[in-house]
C-alpha cells in the first residue's frame, strides 16, 4: 500500500467504478477499496431469483451500457454482476480487492486518514462509496420471537430451499418483500405477508415500460426538495419478462395477507387492521401514476397506443379482505420469519463529524462540511434515482469534478452549504 495518494473510493460496486471513470477521465490519480470483490452486495446479498427491476436498456453506467438484443427484458442477478464487472475492467478500474475499511478521521493537516486493518494511508480526498444496503432493518420486536423460529433479513434470503419446512411469514411492503412472496408461492410455501403503506404502478402502459416512462417525464430527476414526505418506490419485479405487481393476485394464489406488524409477543404476531386500507391507497398511487403518463402523452402529443387497459381491473369492487388483530405461530405452523423492511445506515467507523443523529450523512450532493469527504451511490442523495445503478453516473460526474476543482484551487475553501 502506498503511504498517500490523492483520492480513494470506498467500495467496488456500480457508485465506486461510475467515479473511478470519471476521475480517471481527469486524469486524477486514486485507489478503489473493495472489502470483498466488485460488485460484492448484488454477489452475495440478493436471492437467486431476483431479476434487475428496470429493462436491460437501463442498465448503464458512464461510458458503459447495455449492449444485447433485448432491451425491453430483464436481467438476472448473475448477469447484472456480470455487467458490473465487465464495467470495472473496461476501464481498468484500479481495485484493491479484499481491503476492509475500518476507519477514516481528518488529521492536523487537513488530510485525510484511511484504515485498513493495520495499514494506514493518507488521502486528500475519500468518496464513500459503500452503497445504501448496509445494515437491514429490523424491528426490536424480533427478539419476542421463540428461539425455534428461523428469522432471516431480506440480504440473506437466498431461496425457499434454503429455508426450514414449514409456512413462511414475510414482513415488508417494498419491492424485495413482493418479489420475495412471489418466490415463495412459486416453490409451493404456505406464506403469510405484513404489508404496511406501498405504491403501485404497472410494469407497462400504453406500449412502453414504466422505467422508460418515469423518466421521460422527469419523475427521476426530481431533486429531494420536491420528493413528497413518506415517498416510496414502487412494486416493481423484473421476474420472468416483468410484470405488473397485484397483491390481491397473491391472495388468490394464497398468500395471506395482513396488516402491518405492531408487536411480537411469545407466539402472538400483533397487527394492525389496516390491510385494506393500505390496499386501497396503492390502487389509488396506481390510478394516479395512469393519470400522469396519459397527461403527458397528450401534453407532448406522443403517437402512443390507447390507454384504458387498466380500466376494468381498477374499476371493479375489490372484494375485501379478512382482517385480524393477531396471529398464532404454532397455529399457522410459521418456521421463518423473513425481513423485508429496507435498510440503514452505519458509518459509524467515520469518525468526522458530518452524521446526523439518526447516522445519516450531513451532506449536499455528497459534498460534506469536512473539505475532501464526499458520499456517493445513496437513496435519494441528490434525485431519485441517484442510489440506482443507471442513475449513480451524474453525481458520479458532479463529485469528479468537485475534487478536481480542489486540486485546481486548494485555498479556494470549495464546500456545500451543508446544514
Known sequence: MPESVETIVIGGGQAGLAV????????????????????????????????????????????????????????????????????????????????NVTGVRQTEDGRLLVQAGTTSIAARNVVVATGPYQVPTV??????????????????????????????????????GCQIVEDLLL??????????????????????????????????????????????????TGYKGGKTVDLYELAQRGARLLGSLKDIRENQILLATDLNANLEVGDETFRQWLSTIDAYIAAKGIDAPPGGEYDEILSARRARLAEIESLDLRDANISTVIWALGYGYDFSWIDCDVLDARGAPRQQRGVTSVPGLYFLGLHRMHKIKSGFLWGVGEDAEFLADHIEERRRSPASGIRADVQ
Not at 140 to 145: D, P, S
Not at 196 to 222: F, L, V
Request: hydrophobic content about 30%; overall charge positive.
Open 187 to 236: 416453490e409451493g410455501r404456505n406464506v403469510y405477508y405484513a404489508l404496511r403503506g406501498h405504491r403501485r404502478q404497472p410494469r407497462r402502459y400504453r406500449g412502453r415500460d414504466s422505467g422508460w416512462w418515469n423518466e421521460d417525464t422527469g419523475a427521476t430527476n426530481r431533486t429531494t426538495d420536491m420528493i413528497p414526505p413518506g415517498f416510496r418506490g414502487p412494486l416493481v
Open 139 to 176: 424491528p426490536q420486536c424480533a427478539a419476542h420471537l421463540p428461539a425455534g423460529i428461523c428469522q432471516v433479513t431480506a440480504s440473506r434470503y437466498t431461496r425457499p430451499s434454503e429455508l426450514p419446512p414449514g409456512g413462511v411469514l414475510v414482513v415488508g411492503s417494498g419491492a424485495s
Open 20 to 99: 473511478s471513470h470519471h476521475l480517471a477521465q481527469r486524469g486524477r490519480e486514486h485507489i478503489i477499496f473493495e472489502r470483498g470483490r466488485v460488485a460484492e452486495r448484488w454477489r452475495s446479498e440478493r436471492w437467486d431469483s431476483l431479476y434487475f427491476q428496470f429493462p436491460n436498456g437501463m442498465m448503464r453506467l458512464p461510458g458503459h451500457a447495455y449492449a444485447g438484443d433485448d432491451p425491453d427484458g430483464f436481467s438476472r442477478r448473475d448477469d447484472v454482476v456480470r455487467f458490473i464487472a465487465d464495467y470495472g475492467a473496461r476501464i481498468a478500474a484500479p481495485v484493491r480487492c479484499g481491503v
